[in-house]
C-alpha cells in the first residue's frame, strides 16, 4: 500500500514567476538559486538581448496552443531571463527522454580521453558473452563510432517504451535488431545504439554511465538533485531516463558552449563539443546532437531541449508537453535574430518591466472554481468493484471533504491514492500505475499536482498534472445508478492516449 506524502495546496502565482536578470520576483530566489547554482544572472539588454523580443517569442508559443513548463535563456555568461509555469519550478527535476543522450555522448568522449575505448573498437568486442553465435560480417564491423552517429545500420528505430518492460539483457535484444545496411552508410536514429555506448561505457570502467558521470561532470558543473535509474544488470539506460532540473540542462549546454571548460576548469577533452556538432548526417545529426540552422541541440520526446547557439553566443533551455518535439525548437529559431539584436537600448527598462509582469502570472493550469453534487453524500467512503479489465484494476473509490477528494485505486501494484483539490490545486506523490499512457515509465513514487470538479451532477473530472515530466492525466468519472464508467487520457505519449473505459459498482 503507498502513503502519499502530505498534499500542499498551490496557488498560480506561487511557482509561476519568470526571473529577469536580478530581478527576481518575491519567493522565487532561494528556489532559483539552489537549482542554478553558479550562474549569473544579468538584465538581457546588458548582454544584447531584446526583452520585447523574448515577449514576442513567448506570445507566439502560447498562441500556437503549446504546454511549455519552463524556460531559460543565456548568453555570455549570465541567465538573462527565466521561467517555470506553475505547478512546475526551477528547483524540480524534469524528465527529459532523449536529451538524456546528449549526458551520456559526454560520457563516452571523457571515456576516450582516458583511454578506455576507441572509436574504432568494434561493438561486439565488448560483449562476448552476449554477441550471437553468429555474427555477421556488417555486426562485425559495427564501431563506437557508428553508435554515435546513429549509423548501426539498423532495420529498425528501437525506443525506450519497447525495451523498458523487459527484465532480461537489452545488450542481448541490442544483438537481435537486423540489421540491413552496412554500418555507417546510413542514419537511423534510434535509442538502441545509445543504449550500447552506456553498456560499453560500463565494461570498460567497471561503473554505470550515471555513477562514472556523476564525479566528472554533475558535480563539477553543481547540478543537483539529478536521478538517473538502471536498467537490467545496472547498466544506465544512456538514451533516456536522466531526470534533472532545466538549470541542469542549460549548463550542459553552456559547458559546450565553452568548450568543455566550466569555471576555468576542464571538464570535457578540448575540442569533443566541435565534435559532436559536426554534421556526421549533414543538417540533422552530429554525435547525439541534433543540427539546426543556428547550431545544434540535446533533444528529447514531448520537447526538451538544450540549444546551443554558437554564433550568438547563447544557450538557451526549456521543458514542454508536445507531440511535436521540434515545435518551440523552430519558433526559437525564428525569433533568434530579433532576440540578439536588441535594438532600442533607451527603453529596455520598460521593456524588462512588461516582461517582468507579463511572466509573474505563468502558470500551466487554470484556476478551480469549487464545485459540489448531491452525489457527494451517497458515494463519498464507499468501494467500487471494479469488472473485469485489462489493467488488473480491483477497485477504486472516493473521500470526499470540504476542500478536496482522495481517489484510491487498487490494483496488481497495490493501493494509490492521488489528493484532488476542489478550490484549488493540491500536490503530493502517488504511486499511481499509469505506464501505459506515461511512455512506459513506472515510477514507485511520483509528484503530481491534481484538481477536480462536479462538470454535471453525475461527472466528476479530475486533472492530474506530473509536475516532474510531460504527462498530465485526464479522468472523467460518470454515475450511473450504483455504477461508476471512468475514462482515463493523457496529453501526451509515444503509444496509447487512452485507456478502455473502467467499469466499477458500489460494493455491497
Given amino acids: 500500500m503507498s502513503h502519499p506524502t502530505p498534499a500542499v495546496r498551490l496557488s498560480r502565482r506561487a511557482a509561476g514567476a519568470l526571473l529577469l536578470g536580478g530581478l527576481a520576483a518575491a519567493g ?3 528556489a532559483r538559486a539552489q537549482a542554478g547554482a553558479a550562474l549569473m544572472r544579468r538584465a538581457p539588454s546588458e548582454v544584447g538581448v531584446d526583452g520585447g523580443a523574448i515577449l514576442d517569442f513567448l506570445a507566439e508559443v502560447e498562441a500556437a496552443k503549446i504546454d511549455i513548463h519552463s ?15 506553475a505547478p512546475y519550478r526551477p528547483e524540480l527535476p524534469h524528465m527529459t527522454h532523449s536529451l538524456t543522450k546528449s549526458f551520456t555522448a559526454a560520457a563516452v568522449g571523457l571515456a576516450l580521453a582516458e583511454g578506455r575505448f576507441k572509436l574504432t573498437d568494434k561493438v561486439v568486442s565488448f560483449f562476448p558473452d552476449e554477441a550471437p553465435a553468429t555474427v555477421s560480417p556488417w555486426l562485425a564491423s559495427m564501431t563506437v563510432e557508428h553508435l554515435l552517429a ?10 525506450g517504451s519497447v525495451w523498458r518492460p523487459i527484465r532480461t539483457s537489452w545488450v542481448a535484444e541490442f544483438f537481435k535488431i537486423p540489421i540491413v545496411n552496412a554500418p555507417g552508410s546510413t542514419f537511423l536514429y534510434t535509442s538502441a545504439a545509445t543504449y550500447m555506448l552506456s553498456a560499453i561505457i560500463s565494461r570498460t570502467t567497471g561503473q554505470n554511465t550515471y555513477a562514472y558521470l556523476k564525479p566528472r561532470l554533475f558535480e563539477p558543473l553543481g547540478i543537483t538533485g539529478e536521478t538517473w535509474e538502471a536498467g537490467p544488470n545496472d547498466i544506465t539506460p544512456g538514451a533516456n531516463g536522466l531526470s534533472l532540473s532545466t538549470a541542469g540542462m542549460l549548463k550542459l549546454g553552456i559547458l559546450h558552449q565553452q568548450d568543455g571548460v566550466w569555471n576555468g576548469r576542464r571538464v570535457l577533452p578540448a575540442g569533443w563539443a566541435a565534435s559532436v556538432q559536426a554534421p556526421h548526417t549533414p543538417g540533422e545529426y552530429g554525435w547525439q546532437w541534433w543540427l539546426s540552422p543556428e547550431g545544434y541541440s540535446a533533444r528529447g520526446l514531448f520537447g526538451q531541449v538544450a540549444m546551443v547557439l554558437p554564433k550568438r553566443e547563447a544557450v538557451a533551455a526549456w521543458t514542454s508537453a508536445d507531440m511535436d518535439s521540434r515545435s518551440i525548437s523552430k519558433i526559437f529559431e525564428r525569433h533568434a535574430p530579433a532576440i540578439f539584436a536588441a535594438r532600442d537600448q533607451a527603453g529596455a527598462a520598460r521593456v524588462e518591466a512588461a516582461l517582468r509582469y507579463k511572466t509573474s502570472h505563468l502558470s500551466a493550469l487554470p484556476p478551480l472554481t469549487k464545485t459540489t453534487s448531491p452525489l457527494v453524500a451517497r458515494i463519498s467512503g464507499k468501494r467500487f ?8 484494476v480491483m477497485e477504486v473509490g472516493f473521500e470526499f471533504t470540504d476542500d478536496r477528494c482522495r481517489f484510491r485505486l487498487r490494483d496488481a501494484r497495490g493501493e494509490h491514492v492521488v489528493e484532488a483539490g476542489l478550490a484549488s490545486w493540491v500536490e503530493s506523490h502517488t504511486s499511481m500505475t499509469g505506464a501505459r499512457l506515461h511512455h512506459e515509465y513506472q515510477l514507485d513514487a511520483m509528484r503530481v499536482v491534481a484538481g477536480g470538479a462536479w462538470s454535471d451532477p453525475d461527472v466528476f473530472e479530475m486533472t492530474w498534472q506530473f509536475n516532474e515530466s510531460a504527462f498530465r492525466d485526464r479522468l472523467v468519472c460518470r454515475f450511473d445508478g450504483d455504477a461508476v464508467t471512468i475514462s482515463r487520457a493523457v496529453n501526451v505519449n509515444s503509444g496509447v492516449r487512452s485507456l478502455p473505459p473502467l467499469i466499477a459498482r458500489l460494493r455491497a
Fill in 385 to 392: 468493484l471494479a469488472e473485469r479489465n485489462a489493467d488488473d
Fill in 71 to 85: 524556460f531559460m535563456l543565456w548568453r555570455r555568461g549570465a541567465v538573462v531571463a527565466e521561467g517555470w509555469w
Fill in 28 to 30: 522565487t530566489g532561494v
Fill in 150 to 159: 546513429m549509423k548501426t545500420g539498423h532495420a529498425m528505430a528501437v525506443s
